[in-house]
């Protein structure tokens, strides 16, 4: 025990201590949705610079057990600098809170700094030892909560709905001799040409002229199963909807489907009949990952760093990801068009996901990229800004529709809105519309193209849960019937 006790008070421990802790306790705060494996590469990368700070500062000091606890200060000041922040509002009040808050945490900060400084060698040794004590607690606690978690609790599973008899697509291979390349496009948050006349006053005629002239079949009545992404994304490539969807929480739910998503059925189907798969999206499938930053990993490390004090260089941060995601969009083209130019490469499916005309609005109507200032605002309910972005896309649609049916015209196309805008603008009377009203957030973009031009198992109410069940069934001689078209919220 008393050897225990002189390693905790002599050890400059308590800053390596804090910075597991601070990601430990992220992942015990949100295990329902977070995947630990995306928290590897930010705690490496954020446990070296913790060791890079603990040397500087060792060189600085001249003593490990203060340059420890200096570390330690500035480790906790940089990961909860937003909750500093709240506490301090909350202190001083509303006016005072965007003006002074962070200088006053910074005042506190470099007053603990000053603190330590002064101590003397005896009371150091106390301190340190006093809160690597309580760093070591906090993790067994958090240790025994995640476990308790995992291994007691009952854990909530997603479960696809069971599959009527005779419904099952069993047959293995199918015999078409043509097994015709697919492209799967979706664009997130695009709502169909009706929603967007009636929420908007926009017209988008010339997206829906531009289809139907180049043989498409429009689903204008089409609503998505599902107004969050993974939801249904996962809906789709799994043609199927799930048990005990209703009243998910965001992101709360978002773990029960990232296997679901992983090893769906729409890829097994592909694998079976020996298609060669191209996955340019921010989902991992299995043996084949994501092209663009990981879904998961994008919201893990956005819950993380979110309260850091990274978010004070919050124009940096805009500029680096409006650049960023220019690239990526770029990138996805590029090596699109490889995969276009390979003409005698058959029986391949391509999924293009593009996180748009989502928010935030970083392009205009012609794609050219917004200033810092305009991206770097809170443009959720911005109209113009969401209008502005769709208009790009849609020059986006007319170049992938021309390239694709140019070089690979005996193929199918998916093109869809995974879901409606969930984010409307406020009417006279101040009343917000959402799914819960008009379902609005539901009324997405559909629209199929076959090489035959066969749309006999089409409607124009058929939505995405149906679209691989139609492919499926009647290009592949699988047992798939439709389900009935439905919105689940």
């Not at 025990?1 to 015990?28: E, T």
């Not at 996901?353 to 935030?360: A, D, G, K, T």
């Not at 805008?421 to 973009?445: H, V």
Request: include cysteine; hydrophobic fraction near 40%.
């Amino acid at each position: 025990m008393n050897l225990a006790k002189d390693f905790f008070r002599k050890q400059p421990l308590s800053a390596f201590i804090a910075i597991f802790f601070i990601f430990l306790h992220a992942y015990n705060y949100s295990s329902s949705w977070m995947l630990i494996g995306d928290l590897t590469e930010a705690f490496v990368i954020s446990f070296l610079c913790v060791v890079a700070v603990y040397f500087l500062l060792l060189k600085l000091s001249k003593n490990k057990i203060k340059a420890g606890m200096y570390t330690m200060l500035f480790t906790l000041f940089f990961f909860y600098k937003g909750f500093f922040k709240t506490a301090i509002s909350s202190v001083i009040g509303t006016d005072l809170q965007f003006r002074y808050n962070i200088l006053i945490a910074s005042v506190l900060f470099v007053s603990g700094i000053y603190f330590i400084h002064r101590l003397n060698e005896s009371r150091v040794l106390k301190l340190n030892l006093f809160f690597n004590v309580l760093f070591t607690i906090y993790i067994i606690v958090d240790l025994a909560n995640v476990g308790y978690d995992k291994i007691v609790c009952p854990q909530r599973v997603l479960e696809l709905e069971a599959e009527n008899p005779g419904n099952t697509g069993m047959n293995k291979f199918s015999k078409q001799a043509h097994k015709p390349n697919i492209y799967f496009l979706v664009f997130d948050e695009y709502s169909s040409s009706l929603s967007l006349k009636d929420n908007f006053r926009f017209d988008n005629s010339p997206l829906d002229s531009f289809l139907l002239s180049r043989g498409f079949f429009l689903s204008s009545h089409s609503k998505s199963n599902y107004t969050y992404t993974v939801f249904s994304i996962s809906s789709t490539l799994n043609m199927n909807y799930f048990k005990n969807a209703i009243d998910m929480k965001f992101p709360d739910d978002f773990g029960l489907v990232w296997d679901c998503i992983y090893d769906n059925k729409v890829m097994q189907l592909l694998n079976d009949e020996g298609y060669k798969i191209y996955n340019f999206s921010a989902f991992n499938f299995k043996d084949h990952p994501a092209t663009n930053e990981n879904f998961s990993k994008f919201w893990a490390m956005k819950f993380v760093y979110g309260n850091s004090f990274l978010s004070v260089f919050k124009v940096i941060q805009k500029w680096y990801d409006k650049k960023y995601n220019t690239k990526q969009l770029q990138s996805v083209f590029n090596e699109f068009d490889k995969v276009l130019k390979n003409e005698m490469e058959n029986q391949r499916f391509v999924y293009l996901h593009f996180l748009l005309p989502h928010h935030p609005y970083k392009f205009t109507k012609i794609g050219k990229e917004k200033s810092i200032f305009e991206y770097s605002k809170d443009d959720r309910y911005n109209t113009q800004g969401y209008l502005d972005q769709l208009s790009f896309s849609n020059r986006i649609i007319f170049k992938l529709i021309d390239e694709i049916q140019l070089k690979d015209k005996n193929s199918i196309i998916v093109l869809e809105g995974d879901h409606g805008n969930r984010f409307y603008p406020f009417n006279e009377k101040g009343f917000n519309k959402n799914y819960y009203t008009d379902k609005s957030a539901f009324r997405n973009l559909n629209a199929y193209y076959f090489f035959d031009k066969n749309y006999s198992k089409l409607n124009d109410s058929i939505s995405p849960v149906n679209s691989f069940r139609v492919i499926f069934s009647q290009y592949f001689n699988k047992n798939y019937y439709q389900l009935r078209d439905s919105c689940c919220f």
